[in-house]
């Protein structure tokens, strides 16, 4: 009996090659046409599988942009620590502590944003993300701290949504 790709998918156990073509499943289109397309797509357009090579790098700069820069809006604080301090006259430790709360809620900040994400998509917490970001900003020592806990909840997603993004976008195959 030949095995269907609709059922539960254990990694490691999904032919990605039919060349008997026994597989009920999507394969290629063009190409090598003996590839199996992981995961099947639906046939309606709006499936993301199915999405035009144009749409789907536009996802993919999006996505890639969001990370670019909220990536190094957190982890470039540490180069500038000092002189940040000497400027804006706030000790090191307490702008330390302030970079050790941002990075502990971004770690714990994704036990909140990962369910909202499945539960009601990814666009609307990248979308807050964003605005929070943008919105958590101070430069006086008392507010240093409580920024950056505000600025680590909302940068939070930048741990794993970017990831399943792409996934949820392209085949496993990179042919496709």
């Known amino acids: 009996m030949a095995p269907h790709v609709d059922t539960i998918l254990i ?21 090598d046409r003996d590839i199996v397309l992981v995961p099947t797509s639906s046939n309606d357009q709006n499936d993301p599988l199915n999405w035009s090579r144009r749409r789907k790098l536009l ?34 430790a307490t702008l330390s502590q302030g ?20 539960q009601y998509g990814k666009r609307p917490v990248y979308l807050i993300s ?25 940068c939070a997603p930048i741990e794993s949504l970017p990831e399943l993004s792409i996934t949820d976008v392209y085949h496993r195959n990179p042919e496709h």
């Open 59 to 92: 996802s993919t700069v999006c996505v890639s942009s969001y990370t670019l820069f909220i990536g190094i809006a957190s982890s470039v604080v540490y180069s500038v620590l000092v002189s940040l301090s000497e400027e804006a006259g706030i000790p090191v």
């Open 99 to 118: 970079t050790g709360y941002l990075f502990l809620l971004a770690g714990w900040g994704l036990l909140f944003w990962q369910p909202i994400a499945s």
């Open 130 to 154: 964003v605005l929070g970001v943008l919105k958590s900003y101070g430069l006086t020592e008392k507010a240093v701290v409580s920024t950056q806990r505000v600025f680590g909840f909302f």
């Open 11 to 31: 990694p490691g156990t999904v032919a990605l090659v039919d060349v008997e073509h026994t597989i009920h499943s999507r394969h290629l289109d063009r190409g």
